[in-house]
């Protein structure tokens, strides 16, 4: 059972990345898929979570209205969209799978922003 974070890099202020989260060992479908972040410093913190029929529910003030969750169940995989990014968004991001008290966490995918 893994679950893996991708698509992490460096981008400008005011950038965009996309992350991904796949699974290997489960079906991502069956499970409410959430994505939280550690900044350097700092305790970790939710960003947002989807459920399995494509709620969304927003975790964070701060990325209100520049960060969209989705998840294509097809493909086995969630995605975080990110815009605007800002150099407060540095953090490492985890995408976790949660079903009935049953949660995985993947390794996590470095987002650094340069202002």
């Known amino acids: 059972v893994q679950l893996q974070a991708s698509g992490g890099g460096l981008a400008q202020s005011g950038g965009s990345l996309r992350l991904s989260c796949a699974a290997s060992g489960f079906t991502l479908g069956d499970y409410a898929i959430g994505w939280f972040r550690r900044a350097p410093g700092k305790e970790r913190e939710g960003v947002l979570c989807i459920s399995r029929s494509g709620e969304r529910m927003d975790l964070s003030e701060a990325v209100k209205g520049r960060f969209t969750i989705s998840r294509d169940n097809a493909k086995g995989t969630v995605y975080l969209q990110m815009n605007s990014l800002r150099p407060d968004d540095t953090a490492v991001y985890y995408c976790?799978?949660?079903?009935?008290?049953?949660?995985?966490w993947g390794k996590g995918t470095l987002v650094t922003v340069s202002s």
């Open positions: 976790n799978a949660a079903l009935r008290g049953t949660n995985y």
